[in-house]
């Protein structure tokens, strides 16, 4: 299973370290936020990968909903509750992590799962810039520039069925509303089989710190993203001793 890089599962907990969930956002969802980095102040293992290890373990189902409910840090032992309709992500002291909800027929197909899995965590990767700068744009707002924060808040998805050969996923929708500092983006993207409709992925997302759109600033946020980026997974190949602890860029 691909996804065995990137947890490890002792005393029949999945555990994940920092450096498993800082290669998974790297070089799988193409996320090089630095709140990723393994000596990061404020490190947090990307929900991307609590999605997928949900998938792996639990299958596919026709209509599920994750709501993310805490940041994970690293080597926190977590099990997995599960009834008919639903899974929670926990530790063993109860704080929950993620609540996943499910209905339908259910796959266990790993090549389906895996093609899923990762048509999803990239299309996760081109949050920022690709779509929320243009969608802040457009609205005449931004995110604290100084700690451009983007938190997960839910993801669902809904499919006609689970027959779903050569599947993708396309961005068709984006809307972003104002509440004071806050920001709720609603990102909308069509499943396809075979380049037909099947399903419907929706993500939801909060802006944090909001106020009015400043080109220069953006500008900056930008080529700190860009400058990261071609970092990239070269990250572990050096000597980290310099400082990679600025935990607050978007991605």
């Known amino acids: ?3 065995d890089r990137f947890h490890s599962v002792q005393d029949g907990h999945v555990v994940i370290s920092a450096l498993q969930a800082s290669q998974f956002a790297k070089e799988i969802a193409g996320d090089f936020n ?3 980095d393994p000596d990061a102040r404020r490190f947090c293992v990307p929900g991307d990968l609590l999605f997928a290890i949900v998938l792996a373990r639990f299958g596919l189902s026709e209509n599920m909903t994750f709501r993310f409910r805490s940041l994970l840090g690293e080597n926190v032992p977590l099990k997995f509750v599960e009834t008919e309709n639903t899974i929670d992500v926990c530790d063993d002291a109860g704080k929950v992590y993620i609540e996943v909800a499910r209905s339908g027929a259910t796959t266990r197909d790993e090549e ?3 093609t899923i899995t990762r048509a999803y965590v990239a299309a996760s990767g081109k949050n920022f810039p690709h779509t929320l700068k243009p969608l802040m744009e ?3 707002v931004m995110f604290n520039p100084d700690r451009p924060m983007v938190m997960y808040e839910s993801m669902s998805l809904a499919l006609e069925n689970l027959d779903l050969p050569s599947p993708g996923l396309e961005l ?3 809307t972003l509303e104002a509440a004071g500092k806050r920001g709720n983006v609603l990102l909308e993207y069509r499943l396809t089989a075979d380049h037909k409709p099947v399903g419907e992925v929706t993500k939801r997302l909060v802006l944090s710190g909001l106020r009015p759109y400043c ?3 953006m500008a900056g946020v930008i080529e700190e993203f860009y400058r990261l980026k071609a970092r990239g997974a070269d990250y572990f190949n050096k000597d ?3 400082d990679h602890s ?3 860029s978007a991605g």
């Open 138 to 140: 457009s609205n005449g």
């Open 172 to 174: 068709h929708n984006a």
């Open 215 to 217: 080109a220069e600033a």
């Open 112 to 114: 389906l799962i895996e």
């Open 246 to 248: 600025n935990a607050n």
């Open 34 to 36: 630095p709140i990723h």
């Open 240 to 242: 980290n001793s310099g």
């Open 1 to 3: 299973m691909f996804l």
